[in-house]
């Protein structure tokens, strides 16, 4: 076992996951070190950025892990469930078993949070999803496309500026082409000047 001081020290993510790799008792340790609950900083931003780029890189090694990262997803706690996104993304993609099934809805719903970061990624997050696992493009198109009544926060301009960006990366991809424009159509002339220009530039790209 090598030793790791996550809780004072602040270590590369590529650095940490590459000694997780090879070392069952340290990869333990950063599955614990994002679980809800408090944890000392330091250790916390080791730990979720090694779990990151080990999803990115090495999904392989984290599939084992699945149930630990829903029952992040399940919290209450934003950091824990930022860092099971995007790791749940990364392993639907590759998930022969398809366990995605089991909390696609827990993972939609998300979409409704107060919270600013954990519904703009988790918005993010699913297109990725869509992207990779074509079964749940239908789910994912339905809520992007629905954002106005299913988020519960204060700051829509800034959602809407997620799904647009969500919607072009599905556009190539979906038959629905006309119910994208209109959405985005509607939001060119959005309060929000990030918004405003997130839709003109969708419309100019896919408009040609």
Known sequence: MTIIDLTNQTF????????????PELLRE????????????????NCSQALLWLAE??????????????????????????VAMYVLAALAAIDSEDRFAAVCRDYLNLFA??????????????????LACPKYREPVMHDLLAIESIHRGKNMGLMVGYVIEALDLLFDTVENKG?????????????????????????EKVGG
């Open 12 to 23: 590369e993510p590529e650095h940490l996951a590459a000694l997780a790799l090879g070392d």
């Open 30 to 45: 950063l599955l614990e070190g994002v679980v809800p609950g408090p944890q000392p900083e330091t250790r916390r931003q």
């Open 57 to 82: 890189k090495e999904p392989q090694v984290l599939l084992p892990h699945w149930e630990h990262f829903v029952t992040c997803l399940r919290s209450n706690n934003g950091f824990s469930i930022y």
């Open 113 to 130: 949070s107060e919270k600013t970061m954990v519904a703009g990624h988790a918005i993010r997050c699913a297109a990725r999803i869509a």
């Open 179 to 203: 119910e994208i424009f209109t959405f985005v159509e509607r939001h060119a002339q959005s309060e929000s000047p990030r918004t405003r220009k997130q839709a003109k530039a969708f419309l």
